[in-house]
């Protein structure tokens, strides 16, 4: 069985830094495109920062600059470095597969930005 647990969110002043872990179990997912998805109370989760199996990565306009996301496919992790991080970062962080797969969805991990 697959399971997907993100770890690192927390309370952080604007400016701060956070460094979000996905640890993933069940299968390896070194073939696959990764990302970071978010969502804030009330919307769908967006695609906020992939990264494909050899490392190119992808991120959306509003984390361009701030964030960074990486891989370590044979410890079948991925991280997201955030810095600079602003009030409207706040949300629940999960990662999943390009495309997502709702089997992979797991509890996410909260991030609070306060101005």
């Known amino acids: 069985q697959v399971k997907v647990v993100e770890s690192g969110g927390g309370l952080v002043q604007a400016g701060g830094s956070l460094r979000l872990s996905c640890a993933a179990t069940g299968r390896s997912f070194g073939v696959n495109n990764m990302a970071w998805y978010r969502q804030f109370p009330g919307s769908e989760r967006e695609l906020v920062a992939r990264?494909?199996?050899?490392?190119?990565?992808g991120y959306t306009e509003s984390v361009k600059g701030r964030f960074t996301i990486s891989r370590e496919n044979d410890k079948n992790m991925v991280y997201l470095q955030m810095n600079d991080l602003k009030p409207e970062d706040t949300g629940v962080y999960y990662c999943?597969?390009?495309?997502?797969?709702?089997?992979?969805w797991g509890r996410g991990t909260q991030v609070t930005v306060s101005s």
């Open positions: 999943n597969t390009i495309p997502f797969l709702v089997n992979y």
């Open positions: 990264i494909s199996p050899n490392g190119d990565t």
